[in-house]
């Protein structure tokens, strides 16, 4: 589970995943879904804007997975044009 944290988030280092690593995806991209549940409740509490809510949400989601899905996009829209 660490191992999985690791490098699909900021915390701890990032490894290289292996067989017992890919296990831990699901169950950390539902922690991180829930943590960004969390931070669209709160954001929602505080604000009315929901483009100023979903901004926030976006935001937290790169900051708490070190920008991989720009990444990723980025390198896709290389990759197809």
């Known amino acids: ?3 999985a944290l690791s490098f699909l988030t900021i915390f701890g280092r990032g490894r290289a ?4 690593t890919l296990g831990w995806f699901p169950a950390t ?3 991180i ?3 960004l549940g969390l931070v669209w409740w709160l954001a ?11 901004a926030i949400v ?8 070190g920008m991989i899905h ?4 980025a390198d896709s829209i290389d990759g197809l044009l």
């Open 17 to 20: 995943p292996n067989e017992r």
């Open 44 to 54: 929602d509490k505080a604000f009315t804007s929901t483009l100023l809510i979903g």
């Open 33 to 35: 879904g829930a943590t």
């Open 29 to 31: 991209g539902a922690i």
């Open 70 to 73: 720009v990444d990723g996009l």
């Open 1 to 3: 589970m660490i191992a």
């Open 58 to 65: 976006i935001f937290a989601d790169l900051v708490i997975t």
